[in-house]
Nanobody, 117 residues
Framework: QVQLVESGGGSVRAGGSLRLSCAAS????????MAWYRQAAGEQRELVAS???????TYADSVKDRFTISKDNARSIVYLQMNSLKPEDTAVYYC???????????WGQGTRVTVSS
């Protein structure tokens, strides 16, 4: 059974920083593409950043140069360091594990990030 457990959300003022963590259980970490998505109220879920199983990084244009995705393979944790936060970054952030072998997706429960101006 695969579980993704996010933590690290909260409320900050614009310009502040937060670091989100996603702990993955099971043996999925080594074979999955790991990613962070977010969903603002009334909006569709969107990709924020991803780290492919082969090490390729992808960022949404809106977060480039502000957010950094990283992984701790030994601990099966993926992080999202968010700097220079803006009110438009306010959303529920979800951890995602995508298995290329069968295109299956696992999701965490989400962690809320609120940025005030």
């Amino acid at each position: 059974q695969v579980q993704l457990v996010e933590s690290g959300g909260g409320s900050v003022r614009a310009g502040g920083s937060l670091r989100l963590s996603c702990a993955a259980s099971g043996s999925i970490f080594a074979i999955a593409d790991m990613a962070w998505y977010r969903q603002a109220a009334g909006e569709q879920r969107e990709l924020v950043a991803s780290f492919s199983e082969r090490g390729a990084l992808t960022y949404a244009d809106s977060v480039k140069d502000r957010f950094t995705i990283s992984k701790d393979n030994a601990r099966s944790i993926v992080y999202l360091q968010m700097n220079s936060l803006k009110p438009e970054d306010t959303a529920v952030y979800y951890c995602n594990a995508h298995l290329p072998i069968n295109s299956f997706n696992y999701w965490g429960q989400g962690t809320r990030v609120t940025v005030s101006s």
